[in-house]
C-alpha cells in the first residue's frame, strides 16, 4: 500500500493529460497526417505553445529556486547527445507517421476504446525490447 | 454549456495545458517529463530476459507508469463524457483524399475503416498497426525519448540533442506521411 499512495498524484496529472490529449485531438490520426502534409496549423500551435508553456515554467523553477511539494530540490537531468537521437529520430518519425500516434497517444488511444490500437502498443514494446536487446551492434 | 465542453478545444487552450505538465511532473516530484521510458520499464518488469539494458530498478520509475495508466483513464473520461470529433476542422483536402482510399469515417481517433481487429491480417492492417508499432518503440528508445521527452520537456529545458531529434522525428514523419502512407493506403 506505502508503494501506491505516493503515486497517487502521478495517476491524477495521468488523467489531466489524458483529457487534455483528448480535447486537443492531439491523438487523432487525422491531425497527424495534416500536420506532416501541411495542411493545418492546429498541430504546430499545440507543440509550439507547449514548448513555449514548458520553458517559461522552467525558467520561472529555475528563477526563483522553486521546490517540489516535498520540499526537495528540482534537479533536470541535461539530454546527452548520441547518433541514436538521429536514427532513432527518423524511424520513430517513420512509425509516428503510419500509426498516428506517439506513445502517450498509444495508451490515449486505448482509452477511447480503440481496442486494436493494443497490438500497436504491444509492438511498440517488442520495438524497445529488440533495440535492449541489440543494441550493442547499433552505432551510437 | 455541455456543448461547449463537448467540443474540442482550440489550439491555444490545449497547447499551454499541455505544457504544464512540464511544471506539475516536477513540482509533484522532480520527475521529468518523458512517456516512452514507460515502454522500457514495461519490457525490465516483464520480460527482461537477462538483457543488461533491462536490468535497472524499473520499480524506482513506477511513478511513470501510474502516469501513463492516469493518462488511458483519463482519455477514457473525456472520450466517453466531454469529447465530440463528429463535427470536425480538418483539411477537406486531406478528407477527399482519404475518402478515395475508403476512409469516409474520421469521428475516430484513428481511421476505423482500416485500423480495426479484421484487418490486422491484412496486408495493411498489419503494417498500420504492428509494423508501424514496432518503428515508434524501437525508434523512441534509439533516440532516447518520444515527442514528450524531447519535444516538450527537452526543448523547454534547451537541450540541443532533443532538438536534432526532433529535426528528425519531423523529417521521418514528412516523408513517410507524403510518400509513403498513400501507397499504403492504395493497397
Redesign the interface.
Known amino acids: 500500500m506505502n508503494k501506491i499512495y505516493p503515486n497517487i498524484k502521478f495517476l491524477l496529472a495521468g488523467i489531466l493529460f489524458g483529457i487534455i490529449l483528448i480535447k486537443g485531438e492531439v491523438i487523432s490520426w487525422f491531425r497527424i497526417q495534416e500536420m506532416f502534409r501541411l495542411q493545418s496549423f492546429h498541430m504546430y500551435g499545440i507543440i509550439g505553445s507547449a514548448i513555449l508553456t514548458g520553458m517559461i515554467s522552467i525558467q520561472v523553477i529555475k528563477k526563483f529556486r522553486i521546490r517540489t511539494i516535498d520540499k526537495t530540490e528540482i534537479i533536470i537531468p541535461p539530454k546527452k547527445f548520441q547518433k541514436g537521437n538521429i536514427y532513432g529520430g527518423l524511424l520513430f518519425g517513420f512509425g509516428w507517421a503510419i500509426t498516428g500516434a506517439c506513445p502517450g497517444p498509444l495508451f490515449a488511444q486505448i482509452g477511447t476504446g480503440a481496442t486494436v490500437v493494443i497490438i500497436t502498443l504491444i509492438s511498440a514494446i517488442g520495438g524497445t525490447w529488440m533495440y535492449g536487446y541489440i543494441r550493442d551492434r547499433l552505432p551510437h | 454549456m455541455i456543448e461547449i465542453l463537448r467540443q474540442?478545444?482550440p489550439?491555444?487552450?490545449?497547447?499551454?495545458?499541455?505544457?504544464?505538465?512540464?511544471?506539475?511532473?516536477?513540482?509533484?516530484?522532480?520527475?521529468?517529463?518523458g512517456?516512452?521510458s514507460?515502454?522500457?520499464h514495461?519490457?525490465a518488469a516483464c520480460?527482461p530476459?537477462n538483457?543488461s539494458?533491462?536490468k535497472y530498478d524499473w520499480?524506482k520509475e513506477?511513478?511513470?507508469l501510474?502516469?501513463?495508466?492516469?493518462?488511458?483513464?483519463?482519455?477514457?473520461?473525456?472520450?466517453t463524457w466531454?469529447?465530440d470529433?463528429s463535427e470536425?476542422?480538418?483539411?477537406p483536402?486531406?478528407l477527399t483524399e482519404?475518402s478515395s482510399y475508403g476512409i469516409h469515417d474520421?469521428s475516430?481517433?484513428?481511421?476505423?475503416e482500416i485500423?480495426?481487429?479484421s484487418s490486422?491480417l491484412s496486408l495493411k492492417g498489419f503494417?498500420?498497426?504492428?509494423?508501424?508499432?514496432?518503428?515508434?518503440?524501437?525508434?523512441?528508445?534509439?533516440?532516447?525519448?518520444?515527442?514528450?521527452g524531447?519535444?516538450?520537456?527537452?526543448?523547454?529545458?534547451?537541450?540541443?540533442?532533443?532538438l536534432?531529434?526532433?529535426?528528425?522525428?519531423?523529417?521521418?514523419?514528412?516523408?513517410?506521411?507524403?510518400f509513403?502512407?498513400p501507397l499504403?493506403l492504395k493497397l
Open positions: 474540442p478545444w489550439w491555444w487552450v490545449s497547447g499551454p495545458l499541455l505544457g504544464l505538465t512540464v511544471p506539475i511532473l516536477l513540482i509533484l516530484g522532480n520527475k521529468p517529463f512517456v516512452s514507460n515502454l522500457r514495461i519490457c520480460f530476459a538483457v539494458f533491462f520499480k513506477s511513478w511513470n501510474f502516469f501513463i495508466a492516469g493518462t488511458l483513464v483519463g482519455a477514457c473520461i473525456a472520450w466531454l469529447s470529433y470536425s476542422t480538418l483539411n483536402k486531406l482519404l474520421h475516430k481517433v484513428v481511421p476505423v485500423i480495426n481487429w490486422l503494417i498500420m498497426t504492428v509494423f508501424g508499432g514496432f518503428l515508434v518503440g524501437f525508434g523512441t528508445r534509439y533516440a532516447d525519448g518520444c515527442t514528450s524531447h519535444s516538450i520537456m527537452g526543448l523547454s529545458n534547451l537541450q540541443w540533442p532533443s536534432v531529434a526532433t529535426c528528425c522525428f519531423m523529417a521521418g514523419g514528412f516523408l513517410v506521411a507524403n509513403v502512407v499504403i
